[in-house]
């Protein structure tokens, strides 16, 4: 189950609200692989990835440009950790997940991955801008 936490909460909110989205973009696509019932979910899995990837691009961006506003001063080192993430995100090979049989482990194997990685990012890295 992913979903949003009261702890994952940084009190900026616009930066809650956009992890919020990606929680439920990540269920979402869990929703989807759990659902036994439709046969060929290989272009909606494709596409929520897709919307989840770019979502968390678009959500790097925004947080980025909300510490320059307000001149945090570890702005290099953050952005940095998106830009790593950033280049990871860029290996998925969306078209490998509509082969019908390797679907659910890949498409589960990158969900755990990208929430695991913003759960952490959110309690190190994104707390910081409010402690
Ligand atoms: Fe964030
Ligand atoms: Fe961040």
Do not use: C
Not at 13 to 21: K, L, P, S, T, V
Not at 43 to 67: C, G, K, M, P, W
Not at 76 to 100: G, N, V, W, Y
């Amino acid at each position: 189950m992913y979903e949003m936490k009261p702890e994952y909460l940084t009190g900026i909110d616009f930066i809650d609200q956009e992890h919020a989205r990606l929680f439920e973009l990540a269920q979402e696509t869990q929703d989807l692989l759990d659902d036994s019932v439709l046969l060929d979910k290989s272009d909606q899995i494709v596409e929520l990835v897709s919307e989840l990837v770019n979502y968390t691009r678009s959500h790097f961006a925004h947080e980025e440009e909300y510490q320059k506003s307000i001149q945090y001063p570890y702005i290099t080192q953050h952005a940095a950790q998106h830009r790593q993430f950033e280049s990871k995100l860029s290996e998925i090979d969306l078209d490998a997940l509509s082969d019908f049989e390797q679907q659910n482990e890949t498409v589960e194997d990158i969900l755990d991955f990208l929430v695991d990685w913003l759960i952490n990012h959110i309690l190190r890295v994104d707390m910081k801008l409010v402690k």
